[in-house]
Structure formats: structure tokens, C-alpha cells
T-cell receptor, first 115, second 108 residues
């Protein structure tokens, strides 16, 4: 079955540590996205990529980095520069650019906690 | 001002009730809209698209009012399984803007 797989489901980060969240899709979607969700707030866009080897900053890119070396994969690194990383991170993909008909398909998310 | 605003609720309704949510958006260039459903600690899942003419999918009806820049979702004959948070989404170039969601609890 096609879908998006995020791992790990739960992740604990120590102060000053970089961590990488995995996102893999087998839907053959061109576009992929990373969002952050905090309680009481809407999803906020961190980074997005519309084609391989190209990605763009979203609204809250500071303290994060991404790569898109393969169409199927869009990993997110939360660096030590991100001062408040505790949140629910969601990866999504779409056939074309955002909102072209079918909307997004989301992964099941990674819950990151700073310890 | 948030780009997409929703009443956070919670809406607590009995089974069988009809409930309606509204959502307003600020970007008049938005052309497409969606409603997503999100269960507690889970990912959002697409519930339905919202078309200019309005659209219906079983017990769910979505309406768009471009002049007033709001979107509505009507749920008829509420089921216990409808309990969730409903996210309103407005599409802007290269992104979708999400509301913070409206929480619905359907009680026996």
C-alpha cells in the first residue's frame, strides 16, 4: 500500500543535540512538506520541496535543515539552534504543488521532546 | 491576524445532532479549500474539498462564501466516531494555510 512513513514515532533530544526525523513516501508524489504543530495552533510550514535537489524555506525554517536527494525521501534535521523544538512534526506530500486538487497526504508524525 | 481562523470550541453535542463549524480566511487570493479531520495525537486526514458551489459527502456538507471569505462544514446525524478536531485549510501559492482547528465531542 502506498503511503508516507515517518520515524521515529517518539524522539527525545538533549540540549545542544541535533536530531534527524525521517520521512519516506512511495506515492510517487513530487512535492513534500514539513510542518510543526503546537497545542492550540495551526500547522506551520517549516520547509517544502517541489522537486528533487530543490527545497524552499517555509515560515519557521530557522533552526531546521532538510535535504531532498531522492524523490521518496525528505529528512528534517532539528539543530541545536532551534530553541523550542518540543512539538509534533508532520511530513506531507502532494502530487503537484500545494492544493492541486487532492490536498496533502500526511505521515503519522513524530513527537519530539527536549529532555 | 491569523490567515485562517476557527472557533476552537469545544462543541459538545449529543448523538444525532446537527452541528456546523465556520472558518474565515484572510487571503482573498485563496482559490481552493479543504476540511481535514484530526484525531487526538494523530495526523490530519482529508475529509473533503470545498467547492464554490458547495458539496456534500454523506452526512457532511461544505460551503464556500467568497464574498465574506468564510467556509463552513455541516455535520448531520452526528455519530460518536465524529469526535475529533476539524481543521480548515485555505490554499495559497505553494502552501496550504491551516486553522488551529475546532474540537467536536459527540456524546451518547
Amino acid at each position: 500500500d502506498g503511503g508516507i512513513t515517518q520515524s521515529p514515532k517518539y524522539l527525545f533530544r538533549k540540549e545542544g543535540q541535533n536530531v534527524t526525523l525521517s520521512c519516506e513516501q512511495n506515492l510517487n508524489h513530487d512535492a513534500m512538506y514539513w510542518y510543526r504543530q503546537d497545542p492550540g495552533q495551526g500547522l506551520r510550514l517549516i520547509y517544502y520541496s517541489q522537486i528533487v535537489n530543490d527545497f524552499q524555506k517555509g515560515d519557521i525554517a530557522e533552526g531546521y535543515s532538510v535535504s531532498r536527494e531522492k524523490k521518496e525521501s525528505f529528512p528534517l534535521t532539528v539543530t541545536s539552534a532551534q530553541k523550542n523544538p518540543t512539538a509534533f512534526y508532520l511530513c506531507a506530500s502532494s502530487i503537484g504543488s500545494a492544493g492541486q486538487g487532492s490536498g496533502y497526504t500526511f505521515g503519522s508524525g513524530t513527537r519530539l521532546t527536549v529532555v | 491576524r491569523k490567515e485562517v481562523e476557527q472557533d476552537p470550541g469545544p462543541f459538545n453535542v449529543p448523538e444525532g445532532a446537527t452541528v456546523a463549524f465556520n472558518c474565515t480566511y484572510s487571503n482573498s487570493a485563496s482559490q481552493s479549500f479543504f476540511w481535514y479531520r484530526q484525531d487526538c495525537r494523530k495526523e490530519p486526514k482529508l475529509l473533503m474539498s470545498v467547492y464554490s458551489s458547495g458539496n456534500e459527502d454523506g452526512r457532511f456538507t461544505a460551503q464556500l462564501n467568497r464574498a465574506s471569505q468564510y467556509i463552513s462544514l455541516l455535520i448531520r446525524d452526528s455519530k460518536l466516531s465524529d469526535s475529533a478536531t476539524y481543521l480548515c485549510v485555505a490554499v495559497v501559492p505553494n502552501d496550504m494555510r491551516f486553522g488551529a482547528g475546532t474540537r467536536l465531542t459527540v456524546k451518547p
